[in-house]
């Protein structure tokens, strides 16, 4: 027992004089950096799944030119695919506690005072521009073979949009919405700078109480590489499965 009180004093002084990161530190504070990741995660998997269910609707609507709602969502979208996330988000945490309407209404107490619940909102908005728009392009790029087959088969338009045009257009924008996971995961650090700690959070209370450098930078840089890794690995099998009709016939 002694011997290894010894040994971990030596690594202890070691991490803290010789190495040029403290390795100890972080160990000592993984389970926050776990803390920080379960936000992370929580914050993007919420907005990519109502997001994913608004762009929907609003894609097709898009996409099949519907003379009220198309030129409503194309600003909707424009206005927030054209302004940086940091923006939205400011706006919604800051900007509508402005308003005595907003204070007094019965939302600002349990949600719109609440930093998670505004910037769920506003990744939840983001996000669900980005996808509309490129799951609009997946749906007007649908093979005209296959909407004349549905036609001559007597499909009503309702059934071919269920059956054939809305999983064809989820096969083809897989590569495009593997991206925007991504990318929404990378925006979520927008989330440290209106107190939330998130994995970036985490990192920046962890330079600032021991007077730090890189080390809570450099973990969560290693959590969010992890992160993208298995992203990348289930999209990648997903693709395979759901693309195989795509790829080119060897031989």
């Not at 400011?90 to 939302?107: D, H, I, K, P």
């Not at 890189?214 to 290693?222: I, K, Q, S």
Request: proline share 4%.
């Amino acid at each position: 027992m002694e011997a290894e009180q010894s040994f971990w004093a030596y690594l202890s002084a070691f991490s803290e004089t010789q190495s040029p990161l403290d390795f100890v530190l972080i160990y000592d504070n993984l389970d926050k950096f776990f803390e920080g990741a379960l936000v992370t995660l929580q914050l993007t998997f919420l907005a990519l799944l109502i997001g994913g269910l608004m762009a929907i609707p609003m894609a097709l609507a898009r996409a099949n030119k519907v003379s009220v709602l198309n030129p409503i969502i194309w600003v909707y979208t424009y206005a927030f695919r054209g302004t940086p996330l940091l923006v939205q988000t400011y706006l919604f945490y800051f900007g509508l506690g402005q308003f005595e309407a907003v204070r007094e209404s019965f939302l600002w107490s349990p949600i719109l005072s609440d930093p998670w619940w505004c910037v769920l909102i506003a990744f939840t908005l983001n996000t669900a521009a980005y996808t509309t728009e490129f799951l609009r392009g997946a749906i007007e790029t649908t093979p005209r073979g296959e909407i004349e087959a549905s036609v001559a088969a007597g499909m009503s338009p309702w059934l071919r949009t269920r059956l054939i045009v809305l999983p064809n257009a989820f096969r083809r924008a897989l590569p495009a919405y593997s991206n925007e996971v991504i990318f929404t995961l990378h925006g979520s650090v927008i989330a440290s700078t209106v107190t939330l700690q998130d994995l970036l959070g985490v990192g920046r209370w962890l330079n600032g109480r021991y007077y730090l450098a890189y080390e809570g930078f450099v973990t969560a840089m290693l959590f969010y590489m992890a992160i993208v890794f298995l992203i990348t690995i289930a999209f990648k099998a997903a693709e395979k499965r759901f693309l195989r009709h795509l790829r080119p016939r060897v031989g």
